[in-house]
């Protein structure tokens, strides 16, 4: 556990993707493989059932440390995280036990659940007493089910595999992937085939990799790209970009983060069992009804994140994949044939299967430029973000390599708001106020309508926190009230109606473009300006 | 109000003496007790000050100033109320303000600290009626790890460091938590420079007869220079200027008491943070109050009034006399230092920002 523990802080005290890599294949290269498979199924966002309610965490931590329950509030208002709250406020640990990962989750952990109230008291207690600040907090991560690290679970596959590969060269970030698909359970068994030197298991699955878009500089057009004879347009839709796979009867859904999706799309993976074998599609998963219509991502997301899959959201929220590329057919890869030639023949594919849940996604007719970009202005009505414009000869690059694929974004809305109320951030901003609530007039009051977090410079927040303090009219809990000073311009990429909204609009990432230190309360825009700007229905 | 003191938006004010303590705007009588900005305030006539702390208020206060030096334990009559200075343990110099008058007695603590500290006198209590604690880090969550395991795991950085060949760059306040880390270095392990701000306070620590180790101010050095091997102690101001590019390849941390909780450390975003603070902890907060024994408990500069009600409810007679949160900037800033030399002053600019007046 010391060394798990010490891989966390490790993990936690650095941004960069290499030296997290290299700290997770370190700790692989010392873990026994019962530790490895549970740092593995930790790592890779993997709980444990809720074991003790959090309302008794907190109870007994104030006991331990001697103080009334208003004092943890007060003290968890200022960590801001709960783990760690209880983690410097109960006093250190005497003596500090060493035992595996796997024993702590095993033998400590995980029969707490089993434990009456008072029992559970009594073994809290008692790890407490065996751990010190460090150590408790992850301990208290693991307990409360909050465990992250900010590794993502293809990065966690990639530290697998940088470790396997040096005595397996085989063992790719990709077949450890395919080798934690399904109900993974952590046992050392199940590392143990992890680090399998025989890979014929995993080609099945194997993707490739994506061909990204460069985005297209707005303000100064395609032009510079050429004629736009050569190029063809769709729509650039704002879903899940997916990789489909039919190979040997078995199907393999893949993300953009190169994150297999089991399970996720139940309707895509039927329409996948039609596809012919040694087939590969590109194409966008997005929430659309029967008829084709696209809905928006907020629709989208609601299927995002859930493990499984319930009938009534599989019913509200029906999705399809939209195709439009092919890069592998009858197991051959066509990824060097150019576009023209890769469209024609996953339109051939797409119409033999025929599945309400497999479509091709539109090309847009256009014989210039300027037609396009007419079009283009309409994207949002249809749920889109702007055009992709791809060369008709080119070939599916890896990465995002400039040329062939470029998007071209509509502009963000954008409007003058007033900042009206501000929170404290949390986790790295703690101590300073940097989560605002905006508001715009209807009449002579200000409705609230988007918080924005990001988009200040470090000084700029700091004067706003500053600002915060000085001119705080009411304190509810953590937001504070402030007198209606501050106007900013915010840029957003989306709107829809929303019931749970008092403006009754919801904006889709809502951020701070600059602060309008020119512009007075009284100029910031209407609401009616606001409603004018969503979407036809 | 107390007869003795009164809690005024300009500071506290003793009216049978007529003089401030630690005001916090310019007045006629002064009486300071550290030198730190938000204590020792510019553009004051006259300074009433612990002879420890003659040097650091001489460089940061105006030379036109009356300044009078007391030596700890001494006492002075101000129009009939007597006076004197104990040690606070926060920083060279750094003074409790002992004030009796007509057999009540109140101290005013300033920022204090229980802990080891080798660069100043301890921390003593001082039975009083009225006793004005600051709350810099009233919250349970802060409990200071010993200084010897700090220390030690400073040291063990920088050996660290000197293995893969970077440089080590430790920031702390430019006086009083620079030096005292200085003097916890094991100068066996490699040479040390200084920031210019904290170079400036080296030597008025030096001329106060405090023992450091050899230190290097870093612009003596000129041209290629191999500063694999080296700490670097600096001000927090410094991380991420161009004044940092000459060490070429760094490790960088944080020493202060904010380090303890992890968004604090991440904000700062330096490699490290070690829990090195100046100020006392909760427990120590605690400790300090039941040695004291007061009779009455005014609670200022910081998590006050979380401090008072805690102490209300324990059975003191505590109150709040401020409400202003003293966050980690705030800290940053009362610590900085303004120098002359351009480059290396401490930039972080509102070093005289003022806590807020009470409501
Ligand atoms: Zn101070």
Same mark, same amino acid.
């Given at each position: 556990?010391?060394?798990?523990? $010490?891989?966390?802080?490790?993990?936690?005290?650095?941004?960069?993707?290499?030296?997290?890599?290299?700290?997770?294949?370190?700790?692989?290269?010392?873990?026994?493989?019962?530790?490895?498979?549970?740092?593995?199924?930790?790592?890779?966002?993997?709980?444990?059932?809720?074991?003790?309610?959090?309302?008794?965490?907190?109870?007994?931590?104030? &006991?331990?440390?001697?103080?009334?329950?208003?004092?943890?509030?007060?003290?968890?208002?200022?960590?801001?995280?709960?783990?760690?709250?209880?983690?410097?406020?109960?006093?250190?640990?005497?003596?500090?036990?060493?035992?595996?990962?796997?024993?702590?989750?095993?033998?400590?952990?995980?029969?707490?659940?089993?434990?009456? &109230?008072?029992?559970?008291?009594?073994?809290?207690?008692?790890?407490?007493?065996?751990?010190?600040?460090?150590?408790?907090?992850?301990?208290?991560?693991?307990?409360?089910?909050?465990?992250?690290?900010?590794?993502?679970?293809?990065?966690?596959?990639?530290?697998?595999?940088?470790?396997?590969?040096?005595?397996?060269?085989?063992?790719?970030?990709?077949?450890?992937?395919?080798?934690?698909?399904?109900?993974?359970?952590?046992?050392?068994?199940?590392?143990?085939?992890?680090?399998?030197?025989?890979?014929?298991?995993?080609?099945?699955? @194997?993707?490739?990799?994506?061909?990204?878009?460069?985005?297209?500089?707005? $303000?100064?057009?395609?032009? $510079?790209?050429?004629?736009?004879?050569?190029?063809?347009?769709?729509?650039?839709?704002?879903?899940?970009?997916?990789?489909?796979?039919?190979?040997?009867?078995?199907?393999?859904?893949?993300?953009?983060?190169?994150?297999?999706?089991?399970?996720?799309?139940?309707?895509?993976?039927?329409?996948?069992?039609?596809?012919?074998?040694?087939?590969?599609?590109?194409? &966008?998963?997005?929430?659309?009804?029967?008829?084709?219509?696209?809905?928006?991502?907020?629709?989208?997301?609601?299927?995002?994140?859930?493990?499984?899959?319930?009938?009534?959201?599989?019913?509200?929220?029906?999705?399809?994949?939209?195709?439009?590329?092919?890069?592998?057919?009858?197991?051959?890869?066509?990824?060097?044939?150019?576009?023209?030639?890769?469209?024609?023949?996953?339109?051939?594919?797409?119409? @033999?299967?025929?599945?309400?849940?497999?479509?091709?996604?539109?090309?847009?007719?256009?014989?210039?430029?300027?037609?396009?970009?007419?079009?283009?202005?309409?994207?949002?009505?249809?749920?889109?973000?702007?055009?992709?414009?791809?060369?008709?000869?080119?070939?599916?690059?890896?990465?995002?390599?400039?040329?062939?694929?470029?998007?071209?974004?509509?502009?963000?809305?954008?409007?003058?708001?007033?900042?009206?109320?501000?929170?404290?951030?949390?986790?790295?901003?703690?101590?300073?106020?940097?989560?605002?609530?905006?508001?715009?007039?209807?009449?002579?009051?200000?409705?609230?309508?988007?918080?924005?977090?990001?988009?200040?410079?470090?000084?700029?927040?700091?004067?706003?926190?500053?600002?915060?303090?000085?001119?705080?009219?009411?304190?509810?809990?953590?937001?504070?009230?402030?007198?209606?000073?501050?106007?900013? &311009?915010? $840029?957003?990429?989306?709107?829809?109606?929303?019931?749970?909204?008092?403006?009754?609009?919801?904006?889709?990432?809502?951020?701070?473009?600059?602060?309008?230190?020119?512009?007075?309360?009284?100029?910031?825009?209407?609401?009616?300006?606001?409603?004018?700007?969503?979407?036809?229905? | 109000?107390?007869?003795?003191?009164?809690?005024?938006?300009?500071?506290?004010?003793?009216?049978?003496?007529?003089?401030?303590?630690?005001? *916090?705007?310019?007045?006629?009588?002064?009486?300071?007790?550290?030198?730190?900005?938000?204590?020792? *305030?510019?553009?004051?006539?006259?300074?009433?000050?612990?002879?420890?702390?003659?040097?650091?208020?001489?460089?940061?206060?105006?030379?036109?100033?009356?300044?009078?030096?007391?030596?700890?334990?001494?006492?002075?009559?101000?129009?009939?109320?007597?006076?004197?200075?104990?040690?606070?343990?926060?920083?060279?110099?750094? +003074?409790?303000?002992?004030?009796?008058?007509?057999?009540?007695?109140?101290?005013?603590?300033?920022?204090?600290?229980?802990?080891?500290?080798?660069?100043?006198? #301890?921390?003593?209590?001082?039975?009083?009626?009225?006793?004005?604690?600051?709350?810099?880090?009233?919250?349970?969550?802060?409990?200071?790890?010993?200084?010897?395991?700090?220390?030690?795991?400073?040291?063990?950085?920088?050996?660290?460091?000197?293995?893969?060949?970077?440089?080590?760059?430790?920031?702390?306040?430019?006086?009083?938590? !620079?030096?005292?880390?200085?003097?916890?270095?094991?100068?066996?392990?490699?040479?040390?420079?200084?920031?210019?701000?904290?170079?400036?306070?080296?030597?008025?620590?030096?001329?106060?007869?405090?023992?450091?180790?050899?230190?290097?101010?870093?612009?003596?050095?000129?041209?290629?220079?191999?500063? !694999?091997?080296?700490?670097?102690? +600096?001000?927090?101001?410094?991380?991420?200027?161009?004044?940092?590019?000459?060490?070429?390849?760094?490790?960088?941390?944080?020493?202060?008491?904010?380090?303890?909780?992890?968004?604090? *450390?991440?904000?700062?975003?330096?490699?490290?943070?070690?829990?090195?603070?100046?100020?006392?902890?909760?427990?120590?907060?605690?400790?300090?109050?039941?040695?004291?024994?007061?009779?009455?408990?005014?609670?200022?500069?910081?998590?006050?009034?979380?401090?008072?009600?805690?102490?209300?409810?324990?059975?003191?007679?505590?109150?709040?006399?401020?409400?202003?949160?003293?966050?980690?900037?705030?800290?940053?800033?009362?610590?900085?230092?303004?120098?002359?030399?351009? #480059?290396?002053?401490?930039?972080?600019?509102?070093?005289? *920002?003022?806590?807020?007046? +009470?409501?």
């Amino acid at each position: 556990m010391i060394d798990f523990a $010490a891989l966390y802080h490790r993990l936690d005290s650095t941004t960069k993707t290499n030296e997290k890599i290299a700290a997770m294949a370190d700790y692989f290269g010392l873990a026994n493989p019962a530790d490895a498979a549970w740092a593995t199924y930790f790592l890779s966002g993997g709980k444990l059932r809720r074991l003790v309610p959090t309302k008794l965490l907190r109870q007994w931590a104030a &006991e331990a440390a001697g103080i009334p329950s208003w004092l943890f509030d007060e003290s968890y208002q200022s960590v801001g995280d709960l783990a760690e709250t209880i983690s410097l406020i109960v006093p250190p640990g005497e003596s500090r036990e060493e035992m595996p990962l796997s024993l702590w989750i095993t033998s400590k952990l995980e029969p707490l659940k089993t434990l009456s &109230e008072d029992q559970q008291r009594d073994a809290v207690l008692e790890i407490w007493q065996q751990t010190d600040p460090q150590m408790r907090f992850v301990v208290m991560k693991l307990i409360t089910g909050a465990f992250r690290v900010g590794v993502s679970k293809r990065l966690v596959t990639r530290a697998i595999a940088q470790f396997a590969q040096t005595s397996h060269p085989d063992i790719t970030a990709d077949v450890v992937s395919h080798r934690l698909m399904g109900d993974w359970q952590p046992s050392a068994a199940a590392f143990q085939r992890l680090m399998n030197p025989d890979v014929e298991d995993a080609v099945v699955s @194997q993707p490739y990799p994506f061909c990204l878009a460069h985005p297209l500089d707005t $303000a100064a057009g395609p032009g $510079a790209l050429g004629s736009a004879h050569e190029f063809l347009a769709e729509w650039k839709w704002d879903g899940i970009r997916g990789q489909v796979i039919r190979r040997q009867g078995q199907t393999f859904v893949w993300s953009r983060g190169e994150e297999l999706m089991e399970g996720r799309w139940p309707e895509i993976e039927a329409a996948a069992e039609s596809l012919p074998n040694g087939t590969v599609v590109d194409g &966008e998963i997005l929430a659309a009804l029967a008829s084709g219509q696209v809905l928006q991502f907020a629709q989208l997301q609601r299927r995002i994140g859930r493990k499984s899959i319930g009938k009534k959201l599989l019913a509200e929220v029906p999705v399809i994949f939209h195709a439009f590329d092919l890069l592998e057919e009858d197991g051959t890869d066509i990824r060097d044939q150019p576009l023209a030639y890769r469209r024609q023949r996953l339109e051939a594919v797409v119409h @033999q299967v025929d599945h309400p849940h497999l479509c091709l996604t539109q090309l847009i007719t256009g014989s210039s430029w300027a037609d396009w970009s007419n079009i283009r202005e309409t994207s949002r009505e249809m749920n889109a973000e702007g055009l992709m414009l791809k060369r008709r000869d080119g070939r599916y690059d890896v990465g995002r390599v400039r040329g062939n694929w470029w998007k071209w974004k509509v502009e963000p809305y954008t409007i003058d708001a007033v900042l009206i109320y501000a929170q404290k951030g949390h986790g790295k901003r703690s101590s300073l106020f940097t989560d605002y609530t905006f508001a715009l007039w209807q009449g002579d009051t200000l409705v609230p309508f988007a918080k924005a977090y990001s988009g200040l410079t470090d000084a700029e927040i700091q004067q706003v926190d500053q600002f915060v303090r000085k001119n705080t009219k009411e304190s509810f809990g953590p937001v504070r009230s402030v007198t209606p000073e501050l106007v900013m &311009e915010l $840029a957003f990429e989306g709107l829809q109606r929303s019931k749970r909204h008092k403006s009754g609009i919801a904006t889709r990432f809502p951020r701070i473009l600059r602060w309008r230190h020119d512009k007075r309360p009284a100029d910031a825009n209407r609401l009616s300006d606001l409603l004018e700007l969503l979407p036809s229905e | 109000m107390n007869a003795l003191l009164q809690s005024t938006p300009r500071g506290l004010y003793c009216p049978a003496g007529d003089f401030y303590v630690d005001p *916090r705007v310019p007045v006629e009588r002064a009486v300071v007790s550290h030198a730190h900005s938000d204590h020792a *305030r510019w553009g004051c006539k006259r300074y009433l000050a612990a002879q420890k702390s003659e040097q650091l208020l001489r460089m940061r206060l105006s030379p036109d100033a009356q300044f009078h030096f007391l030596a700890f334990g001494e006492s002075h009559a101000v129009n009939g109320v007597k006076l004197s200075f104990h040690p606070a343990g926060h920083m060279l110099g750094s +003074a409790q303000v002992r004030i009796e008058h007509r057999g009540q007695v109140a101290v005013v603590t300033g920022d204090y600290k229980l802990g080891d500290d080798p660069t100043c006198e #301890s921390w003593q209590p001082i039975h009083c009626d009225l006793m004005v604690t600051e709350s810099t880090f009233g919250l349970p969550v802060y409990r200071w790890p010993s200084e010897q395991v700090t220390m030690a795991a400073i040291n063990e950085w920088w050996r660290a460091n000197q293995a893969i060949g970077k440089c080590s760059v430790l920031y702390g306040y430019a006086i009083g938590k !620079s030096q005292r880390l200085l003097a916890g270095l094991d100068s066996t392990v490699g040479p040390i420079y200084t920031h210019g701000a904290v170079e400036k306070g080296v030597q008025a620590y030096r001329r106060s007869g405090v023992r450091l180790p050899k230190t290097t101010y870093v612009g003596t050095i000129r041209g290629k220079h191999d500063w !694999s091997k080296a700490m670097v102690v +600096a001000v927090p101001s410094a991380h991420g200027t161009p004044w940092m590019r000459r060490f070429g390849r760094a490790s960088t941390a944080m020493a202060s008491g904010w380090m303890a909780v992890r968004g604090s *450390r991440r904000r700062r975003s330096v490699d490290r943070g070690f829990v090195v603070s100046d100020h006392v902890d909760w427990p120590t907060l605690l400790q300090a109050i039941d040695a004291c024994d007061p009779d009455r408990v005014w609670v200022t500069h910081g998590y006050s009034a979380v401090v008072a009600r805690y102490l209300n409810e324990a059975g003191r007679d505590a109150q709040a006399i401020d409400s202003g949160l003293r966050t980690e900037q705030d800290e940053d800033a009362a610590a900085s230092l303004a120098t002359d030399d351009g #480059s290396d002053a401490d930039t972080d600019g509102n070093s005289e *920002r003022e806590t807020p007046p +009470a409501p």
